[in-house]
T-cell receptor, first 114, second 108 residues
Framework: NAGVTQTPKFQVLKTGQSMTLQCAQD?????MYWYRQDPGMGLRLIYY???????DKGEVPNGYNVSRLNKREFSLRLESAAPSQTSVYFC?????????????FGQGTRLTVV | DAKTTQPNSMESNEEEPVHLPCNHS???????IHWYRQLPSQGPEYVIH???SNVNNRMASLAIAEDRKSSTLILHRATLRDAAVYYC?????????FGAGTRLTVKP
């Protein structure tokens, strides 16, 4: 059981380049999330998808777009990368939306924008 | 969202119990209290959550104060693998707000 899989694990981008971070879960979960974690800080929610076909903004959505491709996959796109987006990105999933559930996290994508 | 206060760091000896405190005095009545931990270079890992009653699972116990303004995560016998940053997160929606957490060091 792989859980939550993120690709790539590492990426270096030049300012202005675009890229898509991929996330897939194999637990038949309804809800998926994208977080970022800056050095020495806690995670901050970028976007989430409570169920297939829906997406909503989190705490720090500016500069990002998301796509809930199907129930398994939730991608995060940076259209024009900036150095301020250098961070570790975590994808997570939960069986249901809301607070009475546990979230499972991927291993992260370490992104550096130069 | 409820504001939380956790110690920046704590130390424990291996095989001894650890009590990790969290103050959340502005918690709302519908907030569940979640605890996650993050080992070095890993994604966060769910530990436990509860609403009003104390909760136990294979990893830990969660003691919630009667007024719900504080809670304590209890690791019954700390191991070296328990060294991590522990986050206390009260929330009632899809947006979990991670603070700085408590960095737990376990000494052999």
């Amino acid at each position: 059981n792989a859980g939550v899989t993120q690709t790539p694990k590492f990426q270096v981008l030049k300012t202005g380049q675009s890229m898509t971070l991929q996330c897939a879960q194999d637990m038949n979960h309804n809800s998926m999330y994208w977080y970022r974690q800056d050095p020495g800080m806690g995670l901050r929610l970028i976007y989430y998808s409570a169920s297939e076909g829906t997406t909503d903004k989190g705490e720090v959505p500016n500069g990002y777009n998301v796509s809930r491709l199907n129930k398994r996959e939730f991608s995060l796109r940076l259209e024009s990368a900036a150095p301020s987006q250098t961070s570790v990105y975590f994808c997570a999933s939960s069986l249901t939306p809301g607070a009475n559930t546990e979230a499972f996290f991927g291993q992260g994508t370490r992104l550096t924008v130069v | 969202d409820a504001k939380t206060t956790q110690p920046n760091s704590m130390e424990s000896n291996e095989e001894e119990p650890v009590h990790l405190p969290c103050n959340h005095s502005t918690i709302s009545g519908t907030d569940y209290i979640h605890w996650y931990r993050q080992l070095p270079s890993q994604g966060p890992e769910y530990v436990i959550h509860g609403l009003t009653s104390n909760v136990n699972n294979r990893m830990a116990s969660l003691a919630i104060a009667e007024d719900r303004k504080s809670s304590t995560l209890i690791l019954h016998r700390a191991t070296l693998r328990d060294a991590a940053v522990y986050y206390c997160i009260p929330h009632n929606n899809n947006d979990m707000r991670f603070g700085a957490g408590t960095r737990l060091t376990v000494k052999p």
